[in-house]
C-alpha cells in the first residue's frame, strides 16, 4: 500500500516551454502533496506545500507564477513549471500524506520522481 | 524553524564494517524523525521511522536507529554494511502535526567490496 506515482518520469524541453508533472496516489487519499527539487549531489529541498481544494504554499524563495501547482482532486496534484529555463533543470520529487489514520497521517510517501533537462 | 544536520557528508567503508550516521535537529516540540535511502538511480525508501514508543527502532535490511531527546540525536546504525548499501542517506524531521518534512543535508556511503 501507499504507492505514489510520477508522471513523466523523464522529460526534456526546449527552453521557454511549459512542462507538467502529474503526482498521484495509487492506493490512498491525500489531502495533502509535497513538491520537493533535488538538485545533483544535494538533498531535497521543500518547494511547496499542496492542498486538495485550495491554493498551495510556497516555501520562500519558490515563485509561483513559474510553478504552478493543482491538487484537484484527492488522488492527484501537478506541477506545472512554466516558460522553463537550463537553471529549471532538476529533479522533481513529490510526497504524499495518507488523509486517514493518525500515525501514518505524519508519513509522506514518495513519488519516484521526474527529471527534467531544459536545454 | 526546524533545521536537521547531518555531519558525515562522505563516508567509505569496506563491506563487514560497522555504520553510524550522525543525524541531529533543531525543533523545540515533539517531532517524528526518518531515514530515508536513496539508491543510485533510484527514487527515496524509506529505511526506519520513530513517532513514539521505544527510542531504539529498527528497520529494513538490518538498519535501526536511536533517538536520544536530551542530544536532539536520531542516529543510523548497522553492524555490518554491505556493498549493495552503497547509496546515499537523508534523515528528515516533521512536527506532530505532520507538517514540513525538512531533510539533512544526505551522507553518501560508499562501502568497497
Known amino acids: 500500500g501507499a504507492v505514489v506515482s510520477q508522471h513523466p518520469s523523464w522529460v526534456i524541453c526546449k527552453s521557454g516551454t511549459s512542462v507538467k508533472i502529474e503526482c498521484r496516489s495509487l492506493?490512498?487519499?491525500?489531502?495533502?502533496m509535497f513538491w520537493y527539487r533535488q538538485f545533483p549531489k544535494q538533498s531535497l529541498m521543500l518547494m511547496a506545500t499542496?492542498?486538495?481544494?485550495?491554493?498551495?504554499?510556497?516555501e520562500q524563495g519558490v515563485e509561483k507564477d513559474k510553478f504552478l501547482i493543482n491538487h484537484a482532486s484527492l488522488t492527484l496534484s501537478t506541477l506545472t513549471v512554466t516558460s522553463a529555463h537550463p537553471e529549471d533543470s532538476s529533479f522533481y520529487i513529490c510526497?504524499?500524506?495518507?488523509?486517514?489514520?493518525?500515525?501514518?497521517?505524519?508519513?509522506?510517501?514518495f513519488g519516484p520522481g521526474t527529471r527534467l533537462t531544459v536545454l | 524553524a526546524q533545521s536537521v544536520s547531518q555531519h558525515n557528508h562522505h563516508v567509505i567503508l569496506s563491506e563487514a564494517a560497522s555504520l553510524e550516521l550522525g543525524c541531529n535537529y533543531s525543533?523545540?516540540?515533539?517531532?517524528?524523525l526518518f531515514w530515508y535511502v536513496q539508491y543510485p538511480g533510484q527514487h527515496l525508501q524509506l529505511l526506519l521511522k520513530?513517532?513514539?514508543?521505544?527510542?531504539l527502532v529498527k528497520g529494513i535490511k538490518g538498519f535501526e536507529a536511536e533517538f536520544i531527546k536530551s542530544k536532539f540525536s536520531f542516529n543510523l546504525r548497522k553492524p555490518s554494511v554491505q556493498w549493495s548499501d552503497t547509496a546515499e542517506y537523508f534523515c528528515?524531521?516533521?512536527?506532530?502535526?505532520?507538517?514540513?518534512?525538512?531533510f539533512g543535508g544526505g551522507t553518501r556511503l560508499m562501502v568497497k567490496p
Open positions: 510526497s504524499a500524506r495518507d488523509r486517514t489514520g493518525t500515525e501514518s497521517y505524519n508519513e509522506q510517501f
Open positions: 492506493d490512498f487519499q491525500a489531502t495533502t
Open positions: 499542496s492542498n486538495e481544494g485550495s491554493k498551495a504554499t510556497y
Open positions: 525543533y523545540g516540540g515533539t517531532v517524528n
Open positions: 520513530y513517532f513514539s514508543g521505544d527510542p
Open positions: 528528515a524531521v516533521n512536527n506532530n502535526a505532520g507538517n514540513m518534512l525538512t
